[in-house]
């Protein structure tokens, strides 16, 4: 079987390149999302920022070997992640943070899952060991009308994407292609 009706029957477009066929997936669309906490989805949320995280390398010059140097791989630090939503009744943010402003530190594992326009996850992100650091709440204007919107810091000890979910991911193309 040719791969071109393989991606056909798998729902993937194919686009002509340079190099004959290659792949051209459509790209997640960022408004639409969950966000976990514990089990319990506590969505609604404006934006979500700081997925983020950095590999140190550490450079090392092998004596006699002048024209180039050696890389290699350091720890890897995590970007804060700041959870920014309109301020309602429930005020679950606000808990979690003046607790650990009083030294009652709570570590949380948060879920933040990308859905595609089914609201069916397209991609999970698993963050680890998370606790709030700050809180800003909002700004107030009497002549702005606009939505009270509070965020919270947290920092973690890290993130994982689950190959289960990357496999259910792409299982969904496959799904649709058969339908």
Known sequence: MA?????????????????GSQLALDPYLGYNYFVEIEGLIVGGFKTVSGLSATVQS????????????HQFVGGTSWSPIVLEHGMTELDGMWMWFEAAARGVVRKRNLTIMMLDERMLPKTIWNVFDAMPVRWS???????????????????????????????FSAGLGAFDAFK
């Open 137 to 167: 709440g909002p700004s107030l204007d009497a002549t702005s009308g606009s939505v009270a919107v509070e965020s919270v810091e947290l920092v973690h000890g890290g993130m994982k994407k689950p190959l289960l979910a990357q496999m």
């Open 58 to 69: 550490e450079e090392y010059r092998e004596g006699g070997h002048n024209h180039a140097s």
């Open 3 to 19: 791969i071109g009706s393989t991606i056909a029957r798998l729902g993937i477009r194919g686009a002509a390149g340079a190099a």
